[in-house]
Every structure is written in C-alpha cells, then in structure tokens.
C-alpha cells in the first residue's frame, strides 16, 4: 500500500508517555517525506507536543469528541491509536479515517480499527518509544530501531524564550540544574532528604539548583524538607511556571535529576544532562522507561526486585547514593568540577 499522505497519531494520557511518542513523528518524516503529522492529545499537553518542529498541528481531545468530524476535516488518512483510547477510537471510526490503526490487545479496537498490531507491552524486553513505533508496522515501518536513532526523532524546537520574570535567575555563568522531586505519585521517588544532600553538596559558586514541581509538590516537599529551600543557591519554581514556560526553563538549563517523570523524558530529548533515579521492579525499570538522549542516563540498584510492587516504600530507590547522582552531574561538564 502507498504511504499515507497525513496521519494521526494519538497519545491522550500523560506527559513521559507523549514524550515517548514524539520521536514517531520525526521517524515518519524521515521516511515519508512530505507526510504531514497531526498529533491527538490532551490540552494540558499542547505546549509540549507542540514544541517538536515534526508535529504540523495539534488535535485536543475534549474537542474532538465534542465534534468527531474534526477529524475527517484535516484530510488525515490515518491514524495510529499509540493509547488505547475508547472514545477516540470510536470517533476516529464515526469521522471516517480511511486507516485506524490499533493494538490488538484492546477489545473495543476489533470494532473500531481496521489494522491491529499483535503488540503487547506489560512483559516486553523493549524500550516504551521502541514499543509504540511497533505500532506503524502496517505503514512497512518493521525495524526495531536502537535508542540513540530514536533520540534524534524528538525535533525539539531551539527557539524557546524565558519568561521576563525569569531571565534573572540565569544571568551569570553558574550551572543551571532542574531538581525535580516529585511525579505526582505516578513513580517511585528518591528521598527528599536525599535531594537535599545533592544539593548541600554543590558548590553554590558553580550552581544554581532550580527546583520544579505542581504547587501541591512544592508545599509537599516544602514540608518533608524545608532545609532545602533555605540554602542560597536553590530557587523555588514550584507551582510558578506553566507547562510552556517550564519546558523554556529547560531548554535554557544544564541538567535535570528526578524520578522517571515527564520533565525527564523533556530534559532528555533536548540533549540536557537528564539524570533518572529508577527502581528495578518491572516494568517501572529504566530498560522500560529510561530516558533517551545523547546525553541522559539513569541509576538504578543492580537487582532484580519486586518487594515493594504493593506497599510502594521502596528500598531499591533510596539506595542509590547522592554521590552516584552527583557524579553524574559533574562528569564532563568543563569548567563545572561542583
């Protein structure tokens, strides 16, 4: 079959899961020149999806189901459910789109997709961004391709300016480092005390420590450990930033530490020094969701572990050590030896 001259792809859920799918619109450029990629997701993640110069349009969810024929007025000839959606499915079925493609692990896709993938990710060897390409096999798309050409996919724009309020805390010479503590529950997360040792250990000279999060997250980890935003070096941006301004803030960054979250997975596809704490259990490990870049990497207890899959105290990730994390952080920085 010819190539489709416009896609769809859909990923309605959160934003590491989006990060890991971008990198399917700039494989589907490379391969068909000229394709034009409209990418489906929630509103909350627009700012991100259309930070990648490979999307050529976003589709919100709520309106599209508020008004499937949305879909059939962007001439799009196909669509790739990444997330098994139910609503859009049905929508994308109701619009028309000449191909829908879908896993064949989710009922409701019998009915509403006319390719299915035999894809099933829970006990995969592969790497989330390498599962979802699996899923463009009806397009001739059959390679596994490794993570280093994956990571050249994502097509994040340069072109990202600070907010004015902003600008300040990046005027002098210093390393800029994003701590990210938490994940909104959705990780396993490394010790806010832990955090704070990371940061007593950097040279205030040298660093600027640039911590994120929701509002709830700040005053969370404003409670657990309030130490840490006494220090004179770290920055409070938590709940003061919007999604496209702290996408700004790390594009204009240095490194990010945190859990496997989605400023990780951003950091990451813009070649930042990503660093992710990860426990072993799968499939929460890093052979699962690490972060991909050419200059991310990731700790995690050398272990195969599930203990703490129920009670979600987890041992493994408070093991990895402050200097494991600091090491990677100064390690081929010039000029930054912390």
Same mark, same amino acid.
């Given at each position: !079959?010819?190539?489709p001259r416009s896609i769809i792809i859909s990923r309605t859920d959160n934003l590491g899961d989006v990060m890991l799918t971008l990198p399917m619109a700039g494989l589907l450029k490379e391969r068909f020149p000229g394709i034009t990629v409209y990418f489906l997701g929630k509103s909350y993640t627009r700012p991100l999806i259309e930070a990648s110069r490979h999307v050529d349009g976003f589709l919100d969810r709520e309106a599209v189901l508020?008004?499937?024929?949305a879909l059939r007025e962007t001439g799009a000839e196909a669509i790739v459910h990444v997330?098994?959606?139910?609503?859009? #499915?049905k929508a994308a079925k109701r619009a028309g789109i000449p191909l829908r493609i879908g896993t064949s692990h989710r009922l409701f896709h019998l009915f509403t997709c006319n390719r299915l993938v035999n894809l099933g990710r829970k006990n995969s060897d592969l790497h989330e961004a390498q599962l979802n390409i699996q899923l463009l096999q009806p397009l001739g798309v059959t390679d596994v391709p490794d993570l280093a050409r994956i990571g050249g996919w994502y097509?994040?724009?340069?072109?990202?300016?600070?907010? #004015?309020?902003?600008?300040r805390h990046f005027a002098d010479g210093r390393f800029r480092l994003i701590l990210h503590p938490k994940s909104k529950g959705s990780a396993r997360e490394?010790?806010? #005390?832990?955090f704070l040792a990371l940061a007593r250990s950097l040279n205030p000279a040298r660093y600027c420590l640039l911590v994120t999060g929701t509002a709830a997250e700040g005053e969370l980890t404003r409670a657990q450990q309030p130490?840490?935003?006494?220090?004179? &070096?770290?920055v409070d941006l938590t709940g003061k930033v919007s999604l496209s301004e702290l996408v700004a803030v790390i594009w204009h960054a240095d490194g990010l530490v945190a859990c496997s979250t989605g400023p990780l997975h951003i950091a990451a596809a813009m070649g930042k020094r990503a660093v992710g704490i990860y426990p072993p259990?799968?499939? !929460? &490990?890093?052979?699962?969701?690490?972060p991909v870049g050419p200059r991310a990497s990731y700790l995690v207890l050398d272990k195969d572990c599930s203990d703490c899959r129920q009670s979600g105290d987890c041992a493994c990730i408070r093991a990895v050590?402050?200097?494991?994390?600091r090491a990677r952080i100064v390690e081929g920085e010039s000029g930054f030896t912390g």
């Open positions: !079959m010819s190539p508020a008004r499937p024929e997330f098994p959606d139910k609503a859009v #499915a097509g994040m724009r340069t072109d990202l300016p600070l907010p #004015a309020g902003l600008q490394w010790p806010p #005390a832990h130490e840490l935003f006494a220090l004179p &070096h770290v259990i799968r499939p !929460m &490990h890093p052979g699962r969701w690490g050590g402050v200097a494991e994390v």
